[in-house]
């Protein structure tokens, strides 16, 4: 099952980066990604009607992982779709009350789900078996249902409150860097080139440096005429981290036993197995 999974993710995430390298318009971005999506959960259908789980972890890894990060992709670009045709076009100060009302709505929302939001968020697995495996069903009617979830031998309704919860978070991300972009164009200096939207490195502080110094190395800055110091004030502002003295970081690096290209040859490897799994996707 989770090789399954595996290549049934890789072409989705492959036929909606195609979507979004050809349509410009979100609610178009949206009608196509639904499109994809629902071609994946037929094929996710038919193959859990034919297919068993070889253990009770699997199962439970499928309804309450897996068969969610799916479904609540066909929750968050429906929900999408319909936030979008409502937006209301005018005055910047018109457009983010409502995406700011659009945000309270979801977070009020929350309070639907009760002991098993709470269940979820804490990262608990003591009722694992009540909630995620269909023998142990007790409560499929409290969930919206979402098409693929009419049959309760293909849900155990909580993968559906999971995949509800997962879409929400995606729906508020986006909604806060949309309010982002307005006041962005509406602060000085905001057409200085900066992207609406600026990213925050979430990864290490010594995976930041290495790769600072790789790129410093490689010399793609300038000419090989930028320093490292000026490589990584340029980083911390626009992704929004303090690095402290790279110097002594990059003593660590280069003293590891591992070598001191752990971060790199990870950002490899990860490259590397994205691009076969595409490849094995066009060839079939």
Not at 16 to 26: P, V
Not at 127 to 142: A, G, H, T, V
Request: aromatic share 14%.
């Amino acid at each position: 099952m989770k090789d399954f999974m595996t290549s049934l993710n890789a072409a989705w995430d492959f036929e909606l980066q195609e979507i979004q390298a050809t349509e410009e318009h979100i609610v178009k971005v949206c009608e196509a990604a639904l499109t994809i999506t629902r071609k994946a959960l037929a094929g996710l259908r038919t193959h859990l009607l034919r297919a068993e789980f070889k253990d009770k972890e699997e199962e439970i890894w499928f309804f309450k992982e897996a068969k969610p990060q799916l479904l609540s992709k066909l929750i968050y670009y429906d929900k999408l779709y319909h936030l979008e045709l409502r937006r209301p076009i005018g005055r910047e100060k018109l457009v983010r009350k409502y995406l700011e009302n659009e945000i309270l709505h979801l977070e009020r929302s929350y309070e639907v789900y009760s002991d098993f939001y709470l269940y979820f968020r804490m990262g608990q697995t003591s009722n694992d078996e009540q909630y995620f495996m269909r023998s142990k069903l007790s409560n499929y009617n409290d969930c919206e249902a979402h098409g693929f979830d009419s049959d309760p031998n293909l849900s155990t309704g909580y993968d559906c409150k999971v995949a509800q919860i997962l879409a929400q978070d995606m729906l508020v991300t986006y909604l806060n860097k949309e309010i982002y972009k307005l006041k962005e164009r509406s602060a000085p200096g905001h057409d200085l080139g900066y992207p609406y939207h600026r990213l925050e490195w979430t990864g290490s502080k010594t995976g930041l440096v290495e790769l600072i110094y790789g790129l410093a190395q490689s010399e793609v800055f300038n000419h090989g005429k930028t320093d490292y110091k000026e490589i990584a004030q340029y980083f911390e502002k626009v992704f929004n981290i303090s690095l402290g003295n790279i110097y002594k970081t990059f003593e660590k690096i280069r003293m590891r036993e591992c070598g001191p290209t752990t971060f790199l040859d990870n950002v490899k490897v990860k490259l590397v197995d994205y691009t076969e799994k595409f490849n094995e996707y066009r060839a079939n």
